[in-house]
């Protein structure tokens, strides 16, 4: 999974399965940390009231 | 009681009716969490597989729960990336089946295993040559992406809502739900590929056996088509149920006719790539193996041609034509038929590809295995169902799930009040 593990090589397997795993992981980790930080922020400011 | 929880305007049961129908479903899934427990404190024992046949009922159950979920992926393709803004009228719900499904597909691959403490091993130690190492990758991904899909449904609760942070979250999650749908579409179609491509792959066993492309068979594509073809008919089988429990309309004709119409549309194409499928593995592929079409489908008291009939002619073209023609489609009783169909076909297709593939006779000397499953075994398979019905009733009642529900019931509710 990660480089330090043991069984880790420089392969393509390794490339293209965790190059995909680490792909999605990392947008949905952004997506959800800029959501949540939008939304503190909005919440400061008080932005848009309490209706969409 | 809990009136304070309940979308403003919607009318639901009262509360000690509520509870009824949860503890009764409650009791099913305790036999079904009984059962789990057994086979995670006494061992896979507790299951009739043996070294001679290894899948339990519960790998078709995980395939099949995959499959109807795969309505959630397609339905938020269509709406976020397509733009086909008609199904928004459908999406939460459509979301809630994938939720679902997925989290029982989980949970069932958490039972396999056989010891669930180590189910991180898969991620850890990964066998990067192992197309089920693609599944348990894009399935728990996925899964990830529904969740985030689920929640700004359940922070538009009445009470979650009026929390200043919660509100935004949810407004902000919307704002950017279509990068969300795009990764669940992009792992779905691997993860579901990846299952069939499993079976494709089987060199040794010529009934699942196929060629294809490059490094995928052509089960690989098939398993992501039927899965985008069926889904949808999942999806509207559970919202018809769920409307006729509830004794109201949830979702107007125009979403459910479009919605429809894309899954004829997809069960058409699906089947004809199918059955071209079919023809060149009966008359290439098993004979080049050394085997004949009747080698697979006789000498058994279970598996005969009627599965190959029902899954690909009545449970696949029928459902097809049906969807697509528009009388049918916008005739209830019609619709509704296919849509079973549907259902039942995409299940077969799954049991035929994991269950009937390990009952075949590879060997000379090998005879039919004929699979009896473990009570313990039909407890697990079921658990999912007591699960999702609970989840359903909890998000139908506390959640603000169908759009159009005031608007389609607003006669019905006057006269009721009158």
């Not at chain 2, 299952?195 to 009934?207: D, K, T």
């Not at chain 2, 007591?386 to 159009?404: E, K, T």
Request: aromatic share 16%.
């Amino acid at each position: 999974m990660f480089p330090f593990c043991f069984e880790w090589a420089w392969d393509i397997g390794h490339a293209i399965f965790f190059g995909g795993f680490w792909y999605a992981i990392s947008i949905l980790g952004a997506g959800m940390t800029y959501c949540v930080l939008k939304a503190a922020y909005d919440t400061v400011n008080d932005k848009g009231g309490s209706h969409h | 009681m809990d009136d304070a929880l309940i979308p403003e305007g919607a009318k639901r049961c009262g509360f000690p009716t509520f509870m009824i129908g949860i503890v009764i479903v409650g009791a099913v899934l305790l036999w079904g969490v009984y059962a789990m427990f057994l086979c995670w404190f006494k061992g896979l024992n507790q299951t009739n597989m043996n070294d001679y046949y290894g899948f339990a009922l519960w790998i078709w159950a995980d395939l099949a729960v995959i499959a109807v979920g795969g309505g959630a992926f397609f339905t938020g393709l269509l709406k976020y990336i397509f733009k086909v803004d008609e199904l928004k009228n459908i999406i939460n719900f459509a979301v809630i089946i994938g939720f679902i499904c997925y989290s029982s597909a989980l949970l069932i691959l958490a039972i396999d295993i056989g010891q669930p403490l180590r189910g991180w091993f898969i991620f850890w130690h990964a066998n990067v040559h192992s197309m089920l190492t693609e599944v348990a990758f894009c399935l728990s991904c996925y899964f990830a992406v529904l969740t985030i899909e689920f929640i700004p449904n359940i922070l538009e609760n009445r009470q979650a809502n009026k929390v200043p942070f919660f509100h935004h979250l949810a407004h902000n999650m919307h704002g950017v739900m279509a990068v969300f749908a795009a990764t669940g579409a992009f792992l779905s179609f691997f993860h579901q590929g990846s299952l069939g491509g499993v079976a494709g792959v089987m060199f040794g066993r010529p009934f699942a056996y196929r060629e294809g492309l490059l490094i995928w068979p052509w089960t690989f594509f098939l398993f992501t088509w039927s899965a985008a073809a069926f889904g949808p008919c999942f999806t509207l089988l559970v919202t018809k149920i769920t409307e006729i429990i509830t004794g109201k309309k949830l979702v107007g004709d125009k979403t459910v006719h479009l919605l429809a119409k894309i899954s004829g549309w997809m069960i058409t194409t699906y089947i004809i790539a199918k059955i071209i499928d079919t023809i060149y593995w009966a008359w290439v592929t098993v004979p080049s193996m050394g085997f004949k079409l009747s080698h697979f489908y006789s000498n058994n008291g279970f598996y005969g041609y009627w599965i190959l009939i029902t899954e690909v002619i009545l449970c696949g073209v029928v459902p097809g034509l049906l969807l697509i023609n528009k009388s049918t489609r916008e005739n209830p009783a019609t619709r509704t038929i296919a849509i079973i169909l549907g259902v039942i076909g995409v299940c077969l297709n799954r049991w035929v590809m994991v269950l009937q593939i390990m009952a075949v006779p590879v060997m000379s000397f090998d005879t039919w295995a004929l699979y009896i499953p473990s009570w313990q075994e039909v407890a697990t398979t079921i658990l999912p169902v007591a699960y999702g019905i609970i989840l359903i009733a909890v998000a139908y009642r506390y959640l603000p799930v169908f759009p159009q529900e005031l608007e389609l019931n607003k006669s019905a509710d006057a006269a009721a009040q009158n």
